[in-house]
């Protein structure tokens, strides 16, 4: 194993500000959600500062707004986070033992975007990195949240609805050093956004499960397929 | 407590067990080699199907901007390593596309 560079303090603060644009209108909207499902703000601050999970709180509140029971809306919220699963997995082996003590934090930190950030990090992950990376996450949904559901829609709409794309620029731009470097990346990367678009546009199965369908079939394949691993630097 | 408490503590529960338990299951031991390859590659794959196809969508019933903008961010991103350029500058080229009324 190579010995890298440590990742400070001032690496989580660059690395977490993108993660912050994306968050806080995705926060706010649901915060806007929220009450327009008529919550009140402390069971909707709740949300997030509990489960901390976009999706699955969107996902929560519709279904609260169409009536669903109780049991069908944590059943829904497991499946749509299953693949929290797999990244757990796949960065556990990356945090050094001092790094151990702090894992039920980093743990529910961990998102979509908290778990790419640091996975495809070029230095060595650190308790401060991590830490910080994931409450820049995490502060900035809750007080996005609160902030949707106290201003409402304050953003410009066009400013609002083009913060749409910040996070897929997000995971863009995460990924480009990675496809310079290698080919299999590359390989990777196109594969499972195929057969995620073939699950989800043709094969209709819902969200939860192709996505941890596509990351578990098409990373083994990986596995399986040797591929010369041309200017990677394993 | 109020029903909606029992729900978030019940939502809690099934968010926190999936980030966490893999942890104490993986941690510590020495692995496979090939499970730790399958699980070096899970980023990527994941990233792949986080992009791909949802990114379509990105801007509700705007999709060439969102195209736009995904090309634009990968374009930045490739010229500069920075996360903070692209993202700002997509946002920016969604913007200025959706005030010219496309």
């Keep these: ?234 | 407590m109020s029903k909606i408490y029992v729900l978030i503590l019940g939502m809690f529960i099934v968010t926190y067990l999936p980030r966490l338990l893999p942890f104490f299951l993986v941690s510590g031991k020495k692995l496979p080699r090939k499970l730790e390859e399958f699980l070096r590659y899970i980023p990527y794959t994941a990233l792949g199907a986080l992009i791909i196809p949802g990114f379509i969508d990105a801007i509700p019933g705007h999709k060439i901007v969102a195209v736009v903008g995904i090309i634009i961010a990968f374009m930045l991103s490739f010229i500069r390593n920075s996360i903070v350029i692209p993202v700002l500058g997509s946002i920016g080229i969604c913007m200025l596309l959706l005030s010219l009324g496309l």
């Design chain 1, 1 to 234: 194993m190579k010995f890298l560079e440590k990742c400070d303090f001032h690496d989580a603060i660059v690395d977490g500000s993108p993660i912050v644009i994306g968050f806080i209108p995705i926060a706010m909207a649901f915060g806007i959600l929220c009450k327009s499902a008529n919550l009140n703000l402390m069971a909707s601050v709740s949300f997030s500062l509990f489960v901390f999970a976009g999706a699955s709180q969107f996902i929560a509140v519709n279904l609260l707004i169409a009536g669903a029971s109780m049991g069908e809306i944590i059943l829904t919220t497991l499946l749509v986070n299953m693949r929290h699963v797999l990244f757990s997995a796949s960065i556990s082996p990356k945090l050094s033992s001092q790094m151990r003590k702090d894992i039920p934090f980093i743990a529910f930190g961990l998102t979509d975007e908290t778990f790419s950030v640091a996975s495809l990090k070029d230095k060595e992950l650190t308790n401060s990195y991590m830490l910080t990376l994931e409450g820049m996450a995490y502060s900035s949904f809750v007080i996005g949240t609160f902030l949707g559901y106290v201003l409402g829609g304050i953003l410009p709409i066009i400013v609002q609805v083009s913060m749409g794309i910040a996070l897929y620029s997000l995971f863009v731009a995460i990924l480009v050093p990675e496809l310079k470097k290698s080919k299999k990346v590359l390989i990777l990367v196109v594969s499972s956004g195929l057969v995620n678009s073939f699950l989800t546009k043709l094969a209709h199965i819902p969200q939860g499960w192709s996505i941890v369908i596509t990351i578990l079939f098409v990373s083994f394949l990986g596995v399986i397929i040797p591929l010369k691993k041309e200017g990677s630097n394993e």
